[in-house]
């Protein structure tokens, strides 16, 4: 978000082994990381935010909302801040506990 806010492009890197396919050397290569953004923009111009685990979106409250809607660039880099805070916390293990159980549930047979 900060990057955005400056006009530049986030795009980390990571090293990634490929097979050159001429002569079946393995050959590690710097590649940028794709980065998905959790936070969108709505018709009306404010930016929603979910909070995810994995794939999954966590809830936010007991009621189950999953996403925080905010003004504008500058409303949405504090509110990451204070989710940041809330994470170390630990304020979201419960949430994280329950939606890591579900996934689990899913791969039982």
Do not use: H, M
Not at 47 to 64: E, F
Request: charged residues 30%.
């Amino acid at each position: 978000c900060e990057s955005k806010a400056r006009g530049e492009q986030f795009a980390p890197k990571r090293l990634k082994t490929v097979v050159n396919p001429s002569t079946g050397e393995r050959v590690t290569v710097e590649t940028v990381k794709r980065v998905k953004e959790w936070f969108w923009t709505t018709d009306t111009g404010k930016i929603n935010l979910a909070v995810k685990y994995g794939a999954k979106t966590l809830p936010l409250n007991k009621k189950g909302a999953n996403a925080v809607e905010v003004a504008d660039g500058a409303e949405l880099i504090a509110v990451l801040q204070q989710l940041k805070l809330a994470v170390a916390n630990g304020e979201f293990d419960e949430a994280i506990k329950d939606t890591s159980a579900q996934t689990a549930r899913g791969f039982a047979k």
